[in-house]
C-alpha cells in the first residue's frame, strides 16, 4: 500500500518541483530583462549627454542655441520646488497618518477617508494638475502670486501654486506608507507603555513614533522622488519652458528640469537632445542627492534605536 501511495503522489511531487522551476526562471527573465533594459537607457543617456555636461552648461540660462543653453534656472526651480514640497507633505503626512492609525475612532467616517485616501493614490497626476490650476492658480491667486504680501509678481502660476499641486499629488502615498510604518510596530510596545502609566500620545511619541521613523523616512523618500520626475501637473498649472531668470521669492515664475528636458527632447535639432540627456544626467544626480540624505537619516535612525 505504501508503494502504491509513493506512485501516485510522485507525478505530483514532479509536477509541483516542475512549476516551482519554471516560476523561478521566469522571475529571474523578468529581472534580467529589466536590468538589461535600465542599463541601456543609462548607456544611451550617458552617451549622449556626457559630451555635454560641463560646469557651463549648468551655470548657463536656456537659449536658443543648444551650444550656449544651460540648465541653470531650472535647477533653481527644482530646489525651489523640491524644499517647498517638502516643507508642505512631511509635517502634513506624518501627522494625519499618526492620528488616523493611532487616535482616529473605529467608525465609518475613519473608514470612509481611508477608503478615499488610498483611491487618491491612484488617481491621475493630470487630475492634480487641473485641480491646483483652478484652486491655487486661479482661486487662490492673490496669495499664490505674493499680492496679497505686496510681491509684484501679477500670476498665480509661481513656485507656491507648484508646490502646493505636487504635494497634493504625493500626499496619499505620504499619509499610507506612515500608516503602514505605524502599524509595523508591535501593539506590545503600546500596550507596555500604557500599563506603565503614560498617556497614549507619550506612548505614541516615545516607543511608536521612535520605532516607526526609518518606514516613515522610507515614505517620504519615495513621495518626493515621484515629485522631482513629474511634468503634467506642472505644465498643466502653467510652469514656464523658458525662464532667463533664477527665482527669487516663492511668487515667482519658474521651470524645473523635467519641463526644461521635455522642451529640448520635443525639438528636431540633435544638438538639444544632447542638451536633454545632459539634463537627465542632472536631475539623476538631485534624486540620488535627496535620497542619499534621507537614507543616511535613516540609518542615523536605526543606529540609535539599535536596530
Known sequence: MPEATTAITAPRDLRRVLYERLFMLACLLAIIFGILALLALIYGILRDGLTRLDWEFITSFPSRRASSAGIYSALAGTLWMMALVALFTVPIGVLSAIYLEEFAPKNRLTSLIQVNIANLAGVPSIVYGLLGLAIFVRMLEPITSGQAFGFANTSGRSILSGSLTMSLLILPMVITACQEALRAVPQSHR????????TCWEAVRHQVLPAALPGMLTSVILGLSRAIGETAPLITIGALTYVAFVPRSPFD?????PIQIFNWASRPQAPFHENAAAGIIVLMVVL???????????????RRLGM
Do not use: K, M
Request: overall charge positive.
Open 191 to 198: 500596550h507596555a507603555a500604557l500599563a506603565l502609566g503614560s
Open 253 to 257: 515664475g519658474f521651470t524645473v528640469l
Open 288 to 302: 540620488l542627492l535627496f535620497n542619499s540624505a534621507a537614507i543616511a537619516f535613516r540609518v542615523i535612525a536605526r
